[in-house]
């Protein structure tokens, strides 16, 4: 993911403020639709499919990513088709009951916030959303956390791995792998992480921390970051205010009538 | 060039759960030496080099470094001249990039920020990894952590260099060219290792420490001979003094 976010296109070279506070605006309008506005939610996929294109990621990989994670998202969308079953809306003699609008809503809305948070990581790296998030005036404290929690995940993710390893390679047939064994083990791995973040701080107050971690700024708050963040906002709240998906259709329909 | 040496005098220290880690030890180490610390696992070496720059303050004796003695008010100006490369690069490269993480030291100590990027292209070029500068850190190969790890103590230019274990979990190319890296630098060094043929190449003198106090303190010629007093300390000969395993045995064999 983070290689990724190494490429060198207009769209990773927008300062990280600006695409920050954009997709904040666009998440803050596709979650506040009310559960059955499904069609108010398609015209918000421009701005995921232009992160992605513009930004020369490949689509299939923030595909896939969204579908791996996707379980969480049908957990709660699937009992709205059972527990709601009024219908709302005929497609010629099919009734379509709320309840199946619903989950197409929390199903869109999802792939929407999902697609585009992954489509942002992509474009500017978790490291310089972290830093857009300090220069916008998060407390420090939640800085230096998200970039410590995203540097020693790795490592924290492969010494879980090696204990798991070691375990299964002294336990036979059941004995050795229930719950008995998983106590002692996370207790461990969170000692180790103790002693790790021990070491860690050692290692930072050598080179004189001092609670601040000081980072060289490259981007600038330009023109080109204005326009960039204007146009997307208007083009937000137009979404918001109308239903394009509706417009258009209308459009179509007088003009082939 | 006074500001070079360290001296120990004496130092105690005792961790809170009650291991008495230390018991007495002293030590004067001048300018430009390169210093060998060994001794068996547990002995000591870890907790005497964190005192070295202040992590760790002796419960009992002094330490000065230069012309300053250890405290918690003179910490700020050792940590700037006693640069420490720990063991475990994971602990000593925090950063998200090469860049960031050599970077860290100088702008925490203040310099200004256009010098900044002349000072890691530098550094990086004299551990030999300036083409890692964009890389993220925990996507380096064990050789090119340490190699960088070193570099985030020399971005800050301190006078007397202090290595962990510089040498383990590296493979033995990787071992030879840190090696050479570290014979380039006329820093005052001071090394602990379990690499005694690291140490005959490197220091040209070598202390032992065995159960928080020290064995033997002299020239690594001399030392690293000693069958009697390495055994005693748990080491062994560097194998290059060892003889021939293939025509030793057999002499042995024949007697």
Same mark, same amino acid.
């Given at each position: 993911?983070?290689?990724?976010?190494?490429?060198?296109?207009?769209?990773?070279?927008?300062?990280?403020?600006?695409?920050?506070?954009?997709?904040?605006?666009?998440?803050?309008?596709?979650?506040?639709?009310?559960?059955?506005?499904?069609?108010?939610?398609?015209?918000?996929?421009?701005?995921?499919?232009?992160?992605?294109?513009?930004?020369?990621?490949?689509?299939?990989?923030?595909?896939?990513?969204?579908?791996?994670?996707?379980?969480?998202?049908?957990?709660?969308?699937?009992?709205?088709?059972?527990?709601?079953?009024?219908?709302?809306?005929?497609?010629?003699?099919?009734?379509?009951?709320?309840?199946?609008?619903?989950?197409?809503?929390?199903?869109?809305?999802?792939?929407?916030?999902?697609?585009?948070?992954?489509?942002?990581?992509?474009?500017?790296?978790?490291?310089?959303?972290?830093?857009?998030?300090?220069?916008?005036?998060?407390?420090?404290?939640?800085?230096?956390?998200?970039?410590?929690?995203?540097?020693?995940?790795?490592?924290?993710?492969?010494?879980?791995?090696?204990?798991?390893?070691?375990?299964?390679?002294?336990?036979?047939?059941?004995?050795?792998?229930?719950?008995?064994?998983?106590?002692?083990?996370?207790?461990?791995?969170?000692?180790?992480?103790?002693?790790?973040?021990?070491?860690?701080?050692?290692?930072?107050?050598?080179?004189?921390?001092?609670?601040?971690?000081?980072?060289?700024?490259?981007?600038?708050?330009?023109?080109?970051?204005?326009?960039?963040?204007?146009?997307?906002?208007?083009?937000?709240?137009?979404?918001?205010?109308?239903?394009?998906?509706?417009?258009?259709?209308?459009?179509?329909?007088?003009?082939?009538? | 060039?006074? &500001?070079?040496?360290?001296?120990?005098?004496?130092?105690?220290?005792?961790?809170?759960?009650?291991?008495?880690?230390?018991?007495?030890?002293?030590?004067?180490?001048? &300018?430009?030496?390169?210093?060998?610390?060994?001794?068996?696992?547990?002995?000591?070496?870890?907790?005497?080099?964190?005192?070295?720059?202040?992590?760790?303050?002796?419960?009992?004796?002094?330490?000065?470094?230069?012309?300053?003695?250890?405290?918690?008010?003179?910490?700020?100006?050792?940590?700037?001249?006693?640069?420490?490369?720990?063991?475990?690069?994971?602990?000593?490269?925090? /950063?998200?990039?090469?860049?960031?993480?050599?970077?860290?030291?100088?702008?925490?100590?203040?310099?200004?920020?256009?010098?900044?990027?002349?000072?890691?292209?530098?550094?990086?070029?004299?551990?030999?990894?300036? &083409?890692?500068?964009?890389?993220?850190?925990?996507?380096?190969?064990?050789?090119?952590?340490?190699?960088?790890?070193?570099?985030?103590?020399?971005?800050?230019?301190?006078?007397?260099?202090?290595?962990?274990?510089?040498?383990?979990?590296?493979?033995?190319?990787?071992?030879?060219?840190?090696?050479?890296?570290?014979?380039?630098? &006329?820093?005052?060094?001071?090394?602990?290792?379990?690499?005694?043929? /690291?140490?005959?190449?490197?220091?040209?003198?070598?202390?032992?420490?065995?159960?928080?106090?020290?064995?033997?303190?002299?020239?690594?010629?001399?030392?690293?001979?000693?069958?009697?007093?390495?055994?005693?300390?748990?080491?062994?000969?560097?194998?290059?003094?060892?003889?021939?395993?293939?025509?030793?045995?057999?002499?042995?064999?024949?007697?």
């Amino acid at each position: 993911m983070d290689l990724l976010s190494y490429r060198q296109t207009p769209v990773h070279r927008f300062d990280p403020r600006a695409k920050l506070i954009a997709t904040l605006i666009f998440l803050f309008c596709v979650v506040s639709f009310h559960k059955y506005q499904l069609s108010n939610l398609f015209p918000y996929f421009i701005f995921p499919v232009y992160l992605v294109s513009a930004g020369d990621i490949p689509a299939g990989y923030i595909m896939k990513k969204i579908i791996v994670v996707s379980p969480f998202a049908l957990m709660v969308a699937v009992f709205n088709p059972i527990f709601d079953t009024a219908v709302v809306s005929h497609v010629g003699h099919l009734g379509v009951t709320g309840g199946w609008i619903s989950f197409f809503s929390i199903m869109t809305r999802f792939a929407l916030t999902v697609g585009t948070a992954l489509a942002l990581i992509a474009c500017t790296g978790f490291y310089g959303i972290c830093n857009a998030l300090g220069r916008l005036g998060m407390p420090r404290v939640f800085v230096v956390q998200l970039l410590f929690l995203y540097r020693y995940l790795f490592v924290l993710v492969e010494e879980a791995a090696r204990m798991l390893r070691a375990r299964d390679l002294r336990s036979f047939e059941n004995r050795g792998r229930g719950l008995r064994v998983y106590g002692p083990l996370m207790g461990t791995l969170l000692l180790r992480s103790i002693d790790r973040a021990q070491k860690i701080h050692r290692a930072m107050v050598c080179r004189g921390f001092d609670g601040t971690i000081r980072i060289t700024g490259t981007h600038s708050f330009g023109m080109r970051e204005y326009v960039f963040l204007a146009l997307w906002t208007v083009m937000f709240i137009c979404f918001r205010l109308w239903n394009v998906s509706v417009l258009a259709g209308d459009f179509f329909v007088r003009l082939f009538s | 060039m006074s &500001h070079h040496i360290i001296k120990a005098d004496e130092i105690h220290f005792t961790y809170p759960d009650g291991f008495h880690a230390l018991r007495g030890i002293s030590f004067l180490i001048t &300018h430009g030496e390169s210093v060998a610390i060994v001794g068996a696992n547990g002995a000591g070496k870890s907790t005497l080099l964190l005192h070295l720059n202040g992590l760790l303050l002796p419960t009992q004796g002094g330490l000065r470094v230069g012309d300053y003695p250890v405290t918690k008010e003179t910490a700020h100006h050792i940590k700037r001249s006693v640069g420490m490369v720990f063991q475990n690069p994971d602990d000593q490269l925090f /950063m998200p990039t090469v860049y960031d993480d050599v970077a860290f030291g100088p702008l925490n100590l203040g310099f200004p920020p256009e010098e900044i990027n002349g000072r890691v292209q530098q550094t990086l070029e004299t551990v030999g990894a300036a &083409h890692l500068v964009n890389r993220p850190t925990h996507r380096l190969s064990g050789g090119e952590k340490r190699r960088v790890a070193i570099a985030t103590v020399l971005s800050m230019t301190p006078d007397i260099l202090i290595l962990d274990e510089p040498t383990s979990d590296l493979d033995p190319g990787a071992r030879r060219r840190l090696i050479e890296l570290l014979g380039t630098f &006329h820093h005052t060094k001071i090394i602990a290792t379990h690499d005694l043929d /690291m140490v005959l190449d490197l220091c040209e003198r070598t202390i032992i420490i065995n159960e928080g106090s020290i064995l033997a303190d002299g020239r690594s010629a001399e030392i690293l001979r000693d069958e009697a007093l390495l055994k005693k300390s748990s080491l062994e000969k560097p194998l290059r003094l060892q003889g021939c395993p293939v025509c030793g045995k057999k002499k042995k064999t024949r007697r």
